[in-house]
């Protein structure tokens, strides 16, 4: 493993200039009605997945954003909307500058698209099994044209591999001969290979060992320091979150609840649901620890609670947080959607998750 | 009774699991002892393929064929149980050994509400008539912090939500209130928030009911929070056995190590994971010698020849040479640690 002796930690936050990336009242419905028979002859209504219900996120040149959340929270619905698998049901996506919802040629489309990559949970499922691992590699080499020839596209797609820490050798294998951590490798490969300037991964590890996700996160580093890459990372784990992110966007029911630096946001969370959510982290530390677990579970998102989503779960909820929706606003140097954070009711709970 | 308080309620002893291929044999548990006391929760730690389930299969008696147990003993309560007969064992199985598995929606019957099955399973292992065990499923139910238990009594499982279908298999697992409960990963397929209840609720049923657990999991930090003793398996052995803390913080063998340094933690200033590199072998690549060897930075060429039992290690035992007074011969040249 060639070391460089530059030490490998997680991007300090930017200055804010013109983020590469702006998310505006973004929002995806989903329609699972029953058949339209069943609505006539059973009565029975219309139902929407309100999966994204406006999210506002900026993502500065060079830091890592991190979304977490629960399962059904909507993080990996952003995910997709960003890259465009999904069109958004309202709101807005600008990358670098550039409205994603504009109607553009398609050479045009395709330059953009170029500078954007995904990077997928379940390296077993987003790999071609019937593919070689060069031709993998390769294909957004070929798809974008970014190489005039099969000889620099060998040398680019080589090259590749040696970056992840596979060897050229490893061209000619089929997907299934290699393990989990080195079939993420090869998705992160083929990530790269239309040299992207902004990576989307969701859940990358969240498949993988603890060992070979280590080896995965090290390696997401140092390309990030390697190739001053941006990364919007979806994970529901808190500690890998706090180990890679520059910010952490804790989502709830579809909708931002905190925006913090991760400093901040493990030193002094302020939304309710924050604080359960570090409450619940299991630590190496917390041996034999006894903790409060909190009651209920995420509401289906069919018929979210009117007012403040978690109301039903919150300790600290009123007549207000049943009614009236909380917006995002500034809470010191976090953004907090809370109406006990707002009016100053919440305990100032000054209990940082971050162990000295 | 008063012989048997400090004996072990489970003693598994050299035992072998072996799966007979075309290619040969795959030996996927090989030679595996540990005990766990009465009331006693044992984590068992590894990677995918470290063998930490089958050895769980191994103990309820669920091995899947071709699977078998190819050596060694399992005791429960002083008796030999891995020689039965499918018919007896299915007798121990649900009355003193509970089960919990991961996906909870393949443990329950989907044709059958929960209450029925509830009543089925304490009638096949108590002498209840229908009443009382109905009685005894609700205040199971409400044991488990299920709301409404009545209500609930009449649903499907897939009218729960995860995490309450979980609450439901332990319940079932409860049911004839056994010695022992074998759990496989009872909190992967959950949300963190539902996992913190559904490992709370575990605790505290082990503590009320002094029910033994050997709970096989990936997750170090359920681990850490609920095991008494943790046994770390790798490529079908142990390789270090040990008190939670001491395991979790002054680890012997340089595996155990390499995996606790492995573990983003929310505490230390932001710095580069521990890398172990490389991966488990596959069970057909298990190198002779100690298994870890190839990956291991202290290996030398003892390692690569003889296997290290478990022996005394600091606070915990290890199968490593570096522990053994003789310790690991000279290092291996370079670039075989490297590879």
Redesign the interface.
Known sequence: ?PDTGV????PAPQAAARPLLRLERLKRHFDVSPPWLARVLERKPRAIVQAVDGVDIEIARGETFSLVG??GCGKSTVARLVVGLYPPTAGRIEFDGADMGARRGRAEMAAIRRRMQMIFQDPYASLNPRWRVFDIIAEPIRAFGLAKSGQEIRQRVEGLLRQVRLTPADGVKYPHEF????RQRISIARALASRPEFLVCDEPTSAL???????I??LM?ELQRDFGLTYLFIS?????V???STRVGVMYLGRLVEVAATDTL?RRPRHPYTR??L?????????????????G??PSPINPPAGCAFHPRCPFANDRCRRERPELLAAGETRVACHAVEEGRLPAEERS???? | MTSLANAPLLEVSHLRVEFPTRRGTLVAVDDVSFDIAPGEVLGVVGESGAGKSLTGAAIIGLLEPPGRIAGGEIRLEGERIDNLPYEKMRRIRGARIGAIFQDPLTSLNPLYTVGRQLVETIQTHLPLAASAARARALELLKEVGIPAAEARFEHYPHQFSGGMRQRVVIALALCANPRLIVADEPTTALDVSIQAQIIALLKKLCREHRTAVMLVTHDMGVIAETADRVAVMYAGRLAEIGPVRDVVKQAAHPYTRGLMGSIPSIGERSHRLTQIEGSMPRLTEIPPGCAFNPRCPHAGQRCTRERPDLMPAGRTRAACWLYDPQGVGAPLRAETVDA
């Open positions: 493993m030490p490998v930690t997680r629960e399962s393990s989990g951590g080195q060992d603890v060992s070979v996700q280590a080896q996160l090290n580093m529901h784990n808190l500690a890998v706090y180990h890679i493990f359960m959510l409450d619940t982290i299991p630590d190496l530390e917390m041996t034999g620890r006894r903790r409060a677990p909190v009651a579970e995420v998750y971050v162990r000295a």
